[in-house]
T-cell receptor, first 111, second 115 residues
Framework: DAKTTQPNSMESNEEEPVHLPCNHS???????IHWYRQLPSQGPEYVIH???SNVNNRMASLAIAEDRKSSTLILHRATLRDAAVYYC????????????FGGGTRLMVKP | GAVVSQHPSRVICKSGTSVKIECRSL??????MFWYRQFPKQSLMLMAT?????????EQGVEKDKFLINHASLTLSTLTVTSAHPEDSSFYIC???????????FGSGTRLTVV
């Protein structure tokens, strides 16, 4: 499985935008870029995913580099409830493909 | 959106006993479910892939006779931790692929404490 590299932790101020980076230089042409987040003592929660084009949904935006070797998850206005571990994961295109979790980025949001 | 219901959320059991954890997909059919384990301050580690109507596929180092997985229907997968020991204490999480959104839905997790 292609690996991803994320910073261990990041800090943000409440109501400011947050850019969470992810490097995936060995990504293959069919790998989707998935982002999940895990709040304390809960199961992970789907955030967003994309293949080549930038993606937006109600939770976040995903900016994908033109060469697909990196991506950035953008939270437009961080709230205290966004404090979580954010995982960037590459996934192949088959329904049976599992997710392999790395260390993720622990986002801390300061009031 | 898709919901995976996982029960129980917390369980304390005595060493040597067995514990069953259930995961149900409430509004979609899950041909495949995945079981993860997470130790404190660590990431999720895949234990096994559960396929409806067939045997589960276990990751290297996971004892299939200790962690029994049953996926008898398209909406229910169970993980039974047999002869539990304190080192099995962990956070167990299931997930299922939701083809409608193109992502995985996770259960809320089960905190197992073996005393």
């Amino acid at each position: 499985d292609a690996k991803t590299t994320q910073p261990n932790s990041m800090e943000s101020n409440e109501e400011e935008p947050v850019h969470l980076p992810c490097n995936h230089s060995t990504i293959s042409g069919t790998d989707y870029i998935h982002w999940y987040r895990q709040l304390p003592s809960q199961g992970p929660e789907y955030v967003i995913h994309g293949l080549t084009s930038n993606v937006n949904n109600r939770m976040a935006s995903l900016a994908i580099a033109e060469d697909r070797k990196s991506s950035t998850l953008i939270l437009h206005r961080a709230t205290l409830r966004d404090a979580a571990v954010y995982y960037c994961i590459l996934r192949g295109n088959n329904a049976g493909n599992m997710l392999t979790f790395g260390g993720g980025t622990r986002l801390m949001v300061k009031p | 959106g898709a919901v995976v219901s996982q029960h129980p959320s917390r369980v304390i059991c005595k060493s040597g006993t067995s514990v069953k954890i259930e995961c149900r997909s409430l509004d979609f059919q899950a041909t495949t479910m995945f079981w993860y384990r997470q130790f404190p301050k660590q990431s999720l580690m895949l234990m096994a892939t559960s396929n409806e109507g067939s045997k589960a596929t276990y990751e290297q180092g996971v004892e299939k006779d200790k962690f029994l997985i049953n996926h008898a229907s398209l909406t229910l997968s169970t993980l039974t931790v047999t002869s539990a020991h304190p080192e099995d204490s962990s956070f167990y999480i299931c997930s299922a692929w939701d083809s409608r959104k193109g992502g995985y839905t996770f259960g809320s997790g089960t905190r197992l404490t073996v005393v």
